[in-house]
């Protein structure tokens, strides 16, 4: 980018949706990922499911329709199945196509009087079609082979405007006279559920001439709504339904939790501009604002309600010389965008330009990470991330990267267990009250801790111990915090753990301080703690790392000959063996009869040693009645 300059996200091209030519119309399916495109005599669908990136110049075209005036449409949805097309040409009625044999039919209301405000599809057991009027909600099924509606249930309420998104499978309605006050209703595949209500505090904008003026004119007698579907946006973030109110008289950008039984107000944010659009990436809201032509992050699950980072523009890896776009900056590879006020934005990451392309918005983490000053909150903000959501910067090799920054900077013991507790939380868990609450659809599962302990102990503790940039005292306490935290929160220790553990006390010559942890810590009678152990036999205090090996391989014997293995002790056994101890060995071996040693690997071994003395003691072990001669021909 230009300058030095860098994006939080970046635009990467899908292809072309049409010419944008007057009067073209665009209506995006969140739950097909079509983009659904009304031209004069006919409607175009574009399959943007694939969401890899697309040459400039080619198309998504999946189908197409013929029909007239189907850009005078003020509403166009598509089934979940993708065989019924349905469009609003007026308050008065819907028209349903089936694609596959053209078939049509009309659907009004049920009463004539009513005015139809708009319509969706959901997959729910008890409707297929709901149809919004200004009375209230009218529950329609699909009659086999797609020839009609029929009349399910109504919902009776006052209607000013609605939204409904697939993401959450939530309508909210506002009702008042104000439009203020929100009632919703959920569309689960099994069940319709009626979520609380919750009045906006929005306050009025100033009245002017020309709303005084407009008023007499239309003759309306009802005052004009404070909020409108345009101040409202539903979103699903870390699968939980969250509901935002853009409140421009105050500039304010509050968000609320929607829970089964009451709705919060989670995080509230200054606003700088009152013409914003909005994306979802990875659960990130990017704040478009469109006279700066800049996007600010905001993460719903972080403790303060501040931005991620700077404003920052858009990227797009289309270059400029290719699109011809208005206002974008060349540089190689990568180029800066500027909003148009021709740029469509839907949810919930698709940006069609003034040319007619199509985008789709992904995060560049390693902007965001270098855009981020405390380490706390970046822990986090990377730990709810996806592995597979960021083609710019992985999110697990980012994290790696902050631990090790954060211990090579010598981080104090508050500082590191604010950094453990933040890492031993999903990207759920950390938003989730102990209350009941609404979700989306349970086909969504909760994402894992992004590093697992095993992973933090290896490429985080070891990877910093082993680079010598930081002292080995350090590493010390820096391992015993995490296992301290983990532990508490009945996580297990990963052998890891241990064995840095290990290495930093050796390295600091702590060898008493390791005979007491081993001691004293059933998990390091381990096998794996033995065999890294024999690594360091030939440094400092080689007698007694060699004594704490053979320690730990004669306990591991034994739990296994209690558990009727002898593999264990065969082990134990060798070991001794190569050390010289063949007398003890051959103890070992009589006491827990192991059979598959013979008498003559231990006089051979008793050779090695050159000692007459053990040689002669081992012969005679070896040639009494019931010894190691007897147990081997047996």
Not at 46 to 66: A, C, H, I, V
Not at 330 to 352: C, H, T
Not at 491 to 502: E, F, S
Request: aromatic share 8%; net charge neutral.
């Amino acid at each position: 980018m230009p300058n030095g300059a860098i994006a939080h996200a970046c635009l990467v091209p899908q292809g072309n949706v049409g010419t944008r030519d007057a009067g073209e119309k665009r209506f995006f399916d969140e739950a097909t990922r079509l983009m659904i495109v009304a031209k004069e005599r006919k409607v175009e669908g574009y399959d943007l499911s694939n969401g890899k990136e697309y040459g400039p110049d080619s198309t998504r075209l999946l189908w197409e329709m013929r029909l007239d005036d189907a850009h005078k449409a003020k509403l166009i949805c598509i089934s979940p199945n993708q065989k019924v097309l349905a469009l609003q040409r007026d308050e008065k009625s819907i028209e349903f196509l089936d694609r596959e044999t053209g078939s049509v039919f009309m659907q009004g209301c049920s009463k004539p009087k009513k005015e139809i405000l708009g319509f969706f599809f959901v997959e729910c057991q008890e409707c297929n079609v709901v149809m919004v009027t200004n009375t209230g909600l009218e529950l329609y099924k699909l009659k086999e082979n797609n020839s009609g509606l029929k009349l399910r249930d109504k919902y009776k309420i006052a209607i000013r405007w609605y939204i409904y998104t697939y993401g959450t499978r939530v309508v909210s309605l506002g009702s008042g006279k104000t439009g203020a006050r929100l009632v919703g209703y959920q569309f689960t595949s099994a069940e319709i559920i009626k979520l609380p209500q919750v009045d906006f505090d929005a306050a009025p904008f100033p009245v002017t001439p020309e709303d005084l003026m407009n008023a007499s004119m239309t003759g309306s007698k009802q005052p004009p709504p404070l909020v409108t579907e345009d101040d409202v946006v539903l979103l699903r973030l870390y699968n939980r339904v969250f509901i935002g109110h853009i409140d421009r008289s105050r500039m304010r950008l509050r968000f609320y939790r929607v829970f089964m039984d009451i709705i919060t107000l989670v995080h509230e944010y200054e606003l700088f501009s009152p013409l914003l659009a909005f994306s979802v990436v990875d659960n990130v809201i990017l704040l478009h604002q469109r006279q700066a032509s800049v996007a600010v992050l905001l993460d719903v699950a972080s403790e303060a309600s501040e931005p991620v980072g700077s404003p920052l523009p858009l990227a797009s890896k289309l270059p400029a010389a290719a699109d011809g776009a208005e206002g974008s900056s060349q540089s190689s590879g990568m180029d800066i965008r500027k909003f148009s006020s021709r740029w469509e934005f839907f949810l919930p990451d698709i940006v069609v330009d003034e040319t007619g392309r199509v985008f789709k918005v992904e995060l560049d983490l390693s902007a965001v990470v270098a855009s981020y000053t405390d380490t706390g909150p970046l822990v986090g903000f990377l730990n709810r991330r996806r592995q597979t959501s960021a083609p710019e910067g992985s999110p697990k090799t980012l994290l790696i990267e902050s631990l090790q920054s954060i211990l090579k900077k010598g981080a104090s013991k508050e500082e590191l267990r604010t950094v453990y507790n933040i890492l031993t939380l999903n990207g759920s868990e950390d938003i989730l009250p102990g209350r009941s609450e609404t979700s989306a659809p349970s086909s969504l599962k909760l994402q894992s801790p992004l590093l697992p302990s095993q992973e933090i102990c290896q490429n985080v503790f070891a990877h910093v111990l082993d680079s010598g940039e930081v002292k080995p005292s350090y590493i010390e306490v820096a391992v015993l915090e995490y296992m301290d935290v983990i532990e508490k929160k009945k996580i297990p220790i990963p052998i890891t753990a241990y064995i840095v553990l290990t290495d930093a006390l050796l390295q600091q010559g702590k060898v008493f301080q390791l005979q007491q942890l081993l001691a004293g810590s059933t998990e390091m009678q381990n096998l794996f703690i033995a065999e890294h152990l024999e690594s360091h036999i030939e440094g400092p205090n080689s007698e007694i790392v060699k004594k704490l090996c053979l320690d730990i391989y004669s306990r591991c014997g034994v739990q296994d000959r209690l558990k009727g293995n002898r593999a264990g002790c065969e082990l134990y056994c060798n070991k001794l063996l190569k050390e010289g101890e063949v007398i003890k060995a051959l103890r070992v071996a009589e006491h827990h009869q192991i059979t598959s040693l013979s008498a003559s690997t231990f006089l051979e071994a008793a050779r090695k040693t050159g000692d007459g003395h053990i040689m002669r003691a081992v012969g005679r072990l070896c040639n009494r009645p019931g010894g190691m001669e007897e147990s081997s021909a047996s």
